[in-house]
């Protein structure tokens, strides 16, 4: 069957603030429906890397400022994938699914760990921004795992009064980890000290 292509315009702000300049380019998606996105820092020149979860259990890689063509297509999920996170030195790429696991995978699309989490599906992830040694992940039944990322070793284990958590980021320092959930709630843990502390729980 032939595949249709749509053509999403994705625009990114250059790192420095105080600059007007933009850069715009085009991302074919393919039918099967991308389910999240994330990508690189800008600063890696044609190297940027923007990885696509999909529901087809795929994660894409693009090198949106070369071809717009999946430089990557990484199988290995057995089910859809629901978040995914490019460390911030570029080096890994996250994927989380609803088969429980956490996979981290190379540039090159060489799987390097798989993280398997409770028995519950894993719904975000996000990379420490300082740290890209660090992974986090959140699962459905509100459970938060810390791992190493290349070791696919669990450090630490949060868990949140909230269940189906959908997004998980940490602030720009790494001092403050974050998730909301499908109630709508938002929970703070302070990651500053040597132990992960419940900061705030601001419900809907």
């Not at 540039?107 to 409770?118: F, K, M, T």
């Not at 039944?141 to 810390?146: A, F, K, L, N, Y």
């Not at 791992?147 to 909230?162: C, I, M, P, Q």
Request: neutral net charge; glycine residues 8%; hydrophobic residues 40%.
């Amino acid at each position: 069957m032939v595949q249709q292509q749509v053509t999403e315009r994705l625009v990114r702000s250059d790192k420095d603030l105080n600059s007007n300049s933009k850069t715009d380019f085009a991302l074919p998606r393919i039918m099967s429906s991308a389910l999240c996105m994330a990508s690189s820092p800008m600063g890696h020149g044609a190297q940027i890397v923007v990885a696509t979860g999909h529901q087809d259990r795929t994660v894409r890689l693009w090198q949106t400022l070369a071809e717009p063509q999946p430089k990557q297509t990484l199988s290995g999920h057995a089910g859809p994938i629901y978040g995914c996170s490019v460390s911030s030195d570029g080096h890994l790429i996250a994927s989380a699914s609803h088969d429980r696991t956490v996979r981290v995978w190379s540039p090159e699309g060489r799987c390097l760990a798989v993280c398997l989490g409770p028995n519950a599906a894993a719904r975000a992830c996000c990379f420490h921004p300082t740290q890209p040694a660090l992974v986090a992940a959140a699962y459905h039944d509100g459970t938060i795992v810390i791992w190493r990322a290349r070791e696919g070793r669990r450090l630490v284990t949060l868990k949140s009064d909230h269940v189906g958590i959908r997004c998980l980021a940490y602030d720009p320092a790494g001092r403050l980890l974050a998730a909301t959930a499908d109630d709508g709630s938002v929970t703070l843990w302070d990651t500053s000290g040597d132990s992960l502390r419940l900061v705030s729980a601001h419900e809907a």
